[in-house]
T-cell receptor, first 110, second 113 residues
Framework: DAKTTQPPSMDCAEGRAANLPCNHS???????VYWYRQIHSQGPQYIIH???NNETNEMASLIITEDRKSSTLILPHATLRDTAVYYC???????????FGGGTRLMVKP | KAGVTQTPRYLIKTRGQQVTLSCSPI?????VSWYQQTPGQGLQFLFE???????NKGNFPGRFSGRQFSNSRSEMNVSTLELGDSALYLC????????????FGPGTRLTVL
């Protein structure tokens, strides 16, 4: 599975949009981009995933560049409860193994 | 639908002992993966089971083992515990390999003294 690069930490003001970038320049054609988040000491929570089209659900939006080498997770109106470590993962649907990097620690501030 | 459940949630053991952790996947999910999370190494893949068969194994010593039962429930076992085995052990369930999304349980926090 392709390696991803994320900034180690980011701050966001409560109520504002949080834009979390992820670089995955070696992604292959059959690999999906997944986003999970982990609130302290809990199990990772699935947020969203996509292949090449932009995706939106009740939690977030995922914007994938046309060349698929990077993506951005958008939390449209961040709340204090969105404070967590966000992981961007690239994997093919051929297997279940997820390779987690260091993630981005998002701090939402009042 | 109930989520992934893991038992126990917390466990304290001493060096040299062995431990068994349990995971019940989401109803209808037939594949289970296990991960170890430590502050130093982050989240690392341990192994994956589908239909009672191990499909993939991460880079962990043989002291770490697992199995899956016919009802898809899974257990992992760590023998001869070491201090470095202290970690959050996470289980994830998925309907079948290569499909859909993995959903994680709350984890079992193992402390080895």
């Amino acid at each position: 599975d392709a390696k991803t690069t994320q900034p180690p930490s980011m701050d966001c003001a409560e109520g504002r949009a949080a834009n979390l970038p992820c670089n995955h320049s070696t992604i292959s054609g059959n690999e999906y981009v997944y986003w999970y988040r982990q609130i302290h000491s809990q199990g990772p929570q699935y947020i969203i995933h996509g292949l090449k089209n932009n995706e939106t659900n009740e939690m977030a939006s995922l914007i994938i560049t046309e060349d698929r080498k990077s993506s951005t997770l958008i939390l449209p109106h961040a709340t204090l409860r969105d404070t967590a470590v966000y992981y961007c993962i690239v994997r093919s649907n051929a297997g279940n193994m997820l390779t987690f990097g260091g993630g981005t620690r998002l701090m939402v501030k009042p | 639908k109930a989520g992934v459940t893991q038992t126990p949630r917390y466990l304290i053991k001493t060096r040299g002992q062995q431990v068994t952790l349990s995971c019940s996947p989401i109803s209808g999910h037939r594949s289970v993966s296990w991960y170890q999370q430590t502050p130093g190494q982050g989240l690392q893949f341990l192994f994956e089971y589908f239909s009672e068969t191990q499909r993939n194994k991460g880079n962990f010593p043989g002291r770490f083992s697992g199995r899956q039962f016919s009802n898809s429930r899974s257990e992992m076992n760590v023998s001869t515990l070491e201090l470095g085995d202290s970690a959050l052990y996470l289980c994830a369930s998925i309907q079948a390999p290569g499909t859909d999304t993995q959903y994680f349980g709350p984890g079992t926090r193992l402390t080895v003294l």
